[in-house]
């Protein structure tokens, strides 16, 4: 099968983050052990979805880990001009279709190079692994890695993570996670406002309070160039309550999130925040003595990514890859997972991130040619003698 066959196939399994996954990641797998390789499933704890990882070539030391994910995000309310999970060429040069880039066109890119790698006299190791539920928070990464390394006696040293970034290597990202916060107040009448708790006034003040923090990042010096915005961020996306406006609200809540620059610490700012809203309650049970504010973790954090620019791994692509523009981007990934867990790690993939996400979503061929010629020069370079100066 050619990459844009294969691609076509994974397109047509119309997979969202939290959805089962175990349709495409079925038929994955029985197309690599088509090719005489042993994959090992690794569900999760209700068997209804599973990620995935095999090893290409010797039982050495070293090696490299190609890494993606088989889930995407939903396209309802979006305004498509083509099927979404039917992979359609219009004969410019792109191929439209929910997860063309984001990320199924590195899959299909991988999937494509088995026959070059059975016939490759590979001296390292080239690993596949696959996950679910990176769209929702990043879930399933640090499991797949552990039962990786575990299953293993033997130790890969990187990890490329094919997130969409037109070939760029990338050596950083933010981390993410994101929160609800309630706060449960007193109704009333409104000429009572003194009188009462109002939960909408209480959350507008927490929304003042993570802008002000986030401007404190700033004012202290708290800043990474390398990051647009060169700072971390604390957002507030989503803000309900009340009934009516003469009544004194009595719930409300808020969703926001934190995007942090590597060398801030996110559970400095979860500290900070908690005692603020502990200390608010001290003052305000008097007034109410139900009055709470709860915060709720809505996903594990995904953690901050940061690579050097003198490492290895960057050595490596610069061998593979004639992008040598190294960068960071916005977007988190499982990159940070990776490297936490000792891998060298670097995103690059196919495709652009500006077409993530969005209605007509597409992946120009020409990238996916790119991209097999990197994997291409890739399985060289594990095939050849001086392997071990970077391994």
Known sequence: ????????????????????????IQWIKNYIESFGITCTLVPNKENTKASLHCRIGPAEDGGIILSGHTDVVPVEGQDWDTPPFTLTDKNDGKLYGRGTC????????????LPNLKEAKLKKPIYFAFSYDEEIGCLSAPELVAHLKNHYPETPKYAIIGEPSLLQPIIGHKGICLYTTSVNGSAGHS???????????????????????MNAFVKHGNTDERFSPPYS??????????????????KAYISWDARMVPNDSLDEVIKEFKSHCKNRMLELK????????????????????????????????????????????????????????GLQSIICGPGSIKQAHRANEFITKQELKNYEQLL????????????????
């Open 1 to 24: 099968m050619t990459t844009e066959d294969i691609l076509a196939k994974l397109v047509s399994f119309p997979v969202l983050g939290g959805d089962s996954n175990l349709s495409i």
């Open 102 to 113: 984001d990320m199924k066109g590195f899959l299909a890119c991988c999937l494509s190079m």
């Open 191 to 213: 000429s009572r406002i003194k009188q009462e708790v109002s939960a909408i006034h209480e959350a507008a003040k927490l929304v003042l309070w993570l802008e002000d923090k």
């Open 233 to 250: 961020s604390l957002h507030t996306g989503i803000i309900h309550g009340g009934i009516a406006p003469n009544v004194i609200a009595d």
């Open 286 to 341: 008097p007034i109410f003595p139900d009055f709470k504010i709860e915060t709720e973790e809505i996903h594990p954090p995904v953690i901050p990514f940061d690579s050097k620019a003198d490492s290895d791994i960057v050595k490596l692509m610069s061998k593979i890859n004639s992008n040598e523009n190294i960068g960071t981007v916005a977007y988190a990934s499982e990159a940070g997972q990776y490297n936490e867990a």
């Open 376 to 391: 291409k020069n890739l399985i060289e370079l594990c095939s050849s003698d001086d392997i071990d100066i970077l391994f």
